[in-house]
């Protein structure tokens, strides 16, 4: 019986089938697609934090798969991360980095810092060799301050004061370099951010349904989930419908007089 | 692992079916610092005491109660080192647990994966079992819990239980003075005049440790001053 400890497993993808793959794809095998979120993400810095913002349809291929998905994804209490690509990719590879800032908090005894979580990103997506289709937007408020950071599948980052990802990410950015500017008030921040959804909401086929929002400061964060609900769904009504008169077109009017037909007959009243 | 010379079990048994290795980590543990717990009606207490080898050393450096979960909480009696490392492996199989199932570990589940760990350690080669006994306390869907957990692996729910140097005075003290419906307050100062009982000194709120967990769920290792308040109440 040898070995009380489980050996660390040898990281990284393991590339054996990609040739089998390789020639099935050849031979003419259609590869099972996967959902990928098509999305507008987004986040800014503030005066006193960081806004993060995102929509909410998950599409497979040209078929919304989900009209009200979660797309803003918790890190730690700090730091929440946006994520576009592949819905199982950034869902995977939150949860897994949130799980080990966790116990680092726990062995460190101290609040989370947003440099962590972007350096455990993007060792691990750039192991994976851009496999991992996984497109973030990270931020959040730590003891050294606010940071939003981009992330990319193949682990490489940037730091911005405004960024946005994804297949909407031109038509939010349109909105970002024509209206942000430093030291935005909280609610200007929101704003901004709602309007660069919208706009990528409304311009990419990808990106749609509502608004989803995240305000993080040092010390508090409001997740403000379906902050907007632009395209709000009409079902039919169990109250019926009313129609405004003239509506209707009108073919013809017959007037019959009921008054002169009517025979007033004498009799009992009921009985009780 | 490793060396194929120690391939074999250090633990085996004696003639008379002990393992003997166990005995001694039990030994281990009994002259360890004194540490016990109190499950009460709304909450669990656990306490220990802090006794550092020297005037010199940074009490607040020392912190021998730790948090698993944010509900869950653990203190022990023995070797500290030993303790650092059950300590981390729990904190990740809670992690682990969750990321399987997406639910917070109970508090039993937890407890008996730390003792699987535990148990290992008496049967796989090259290695020793640890030499501490834990006390972990918790709260989840099933209301309070205290769980002791013994170097062979075996694990014991406790209404108030005590380990250490003064177990068995502070086991009889706490028999006296337990009662089923005890709030979390009353369970405190209980614990404190427990510690009391057998203290070699005089304790202030930087020699002992508290940790306690209400019904909000949330584990927490009481502050100097909070232990302060406490001390005086018993006073």
Known sequence: ?272 | MGDSQYSFSLTTFSPSGKLVQIEHALTAVGSGQTSLGIKAANGVVIATEKKLPSILVDETSVQKIQTLTPNIGVVYSGMGPDFRVLVRKSRKQAQQYYRLYKETIPVTQLVRETAAVMQEFTQSGGVRPFGVSLLIAGYDDNGPQLYQVDPSGSYFSWKASAMGKNVSNAKTFLEKRYTEDMELDDAIHTAILTLKEGYEGQISSNNIEIGVIRSDREFKVLSPAEIKDFLEEVE
Do not use: W
């Open chain 1, 1 to 272: 019986m040898a070995g009380a400890m489980d050996l660390p497993a040898k990281g990284g993808f393991s590339f054996d089938l990609c040739r089998r793959n390789a020639m099935l794809a050849e031979k003419g095998l259609k590869m099972p697609g996967f959902r990928k979120t098509g999305t507008t993400i987004v986040g800014l810095v503030f005066q006193d934090g960081v806004v993060l913002g995102a929509d909410t349809r998950a599409t497979e291929g040209p078929i919304v798969a989900d009209k009200n998905c979660e797309k803003i994804h918790y890190m730690a209490p700090n730091i929440y991360c946006c994520g576009a690509g592949t819905a199982a990719d950034t869902e995977a590879v939150t949860d897994m980095v949130s799980s080990q800032l966790q116990l680092h908090r726990y062995a460190t005894g101290r609040e989370s810092r947003v440099v962590t979580a972007l350096t455990l990103l993007k060792s691990h997506l750039f192991s994976y060799q851009g496999h991992v289709s996984a497109a973030l937007v990270l931020g959040g408020v730590d003891v050294t301050g606010p940071h939003l950071h981009t992330v990319y599948p193949h682990g490489s980052t940037d730091t911005l004061p405004f960024a946005t990802m994804g297949s909407g990410s031109l038509a939010a950015m349109s909105v970002f370099e024509s209206k942000y500017k430093e030291g935005l008030t909280r609610e200007e921040g929101i704003q901004l951010v709602s309007d660069a959804i919208c706009a990528g909401i409304f311009n990419d086929l990808g990106s749609g349904s509502n608004v989803d929002v995240c305000v993080i400061t040092k010390g508090k964060t409001e997740y403000l989930r379906n902050h907007q609900l632009p395209n709000p769904r009409t079902y039919a009504s169990s109250k019926g419908y009313s129609f405004t008169k003239g509506q209707t077109e009108v073919l013809s009017t017959k007037i019959t007089q009921l008054k002169p037909k009517v025979e007033i007959a004498e009799g009992d009243a009921m009985e009780e």
